[in-house]
């Protein structure tokens, strides 16, 4: 079992900067990918980004270039972390951290609770 539970949403302005934290409960490099997603009210939910435990990372087109995702390279690391520039109010969304343990190619897959990110003048 892993528990995850994210951190750092806000209220932003347009062009504005967030940092999202997800402290899992056991050390990431056990959990084959780490990932963020977003669901809009009224949407499904998407990728934004993953890493996996080799540490390539992977991003949808629509944050390519604004969104770094990164993780604590300590040989105990627990924590990834989701940097957030240019933010457009279309990025506005309840963000999600995902850990994913694949067992004969089909993945585990535990949520946290979602933080809120509310990108608006």
């Known amino acids: 079992q892993v528990q995850l539970v994210e951190s750092g949403g806000g209220l932003v302005q347009p062009g504005g900067s967030l940092r999202l934290s997800c402290a899992a409960s056991?050390?990431?490099?056990?959990?084959?990918?780490m990932g963020w997603f977003r669901q809009a009210p009224g949407k499904e939910r998407e990728l934004v980004a993953t890493i996996t435990s080799g540490g390539k990372p992977n991003y949808a087109d629509s944050v390519k270039g604004r969104f770094t995702i990164s993780r604590d390279n300590t040989r105990t690391g627990s924590s990834v972390y989701l940097q957030m520039n240019s933010l457009k109010p279309d990025d506005t969304a309840v963000y999600y951290c995902?850990?994913?343990?694949?067992?004969?190619?089909?993945?585990?897959?535990?949520w946290g609770q979602g933080t809120q990110v509310t990108v608006s003048s």
């Open positions: 056991v050390s990431i490099y056990s959990i084959d990918v």
């Open positions: 995902n850990a994913a343990r694949y067992f004969s190619n089909s993945p585990i897959n535990y």
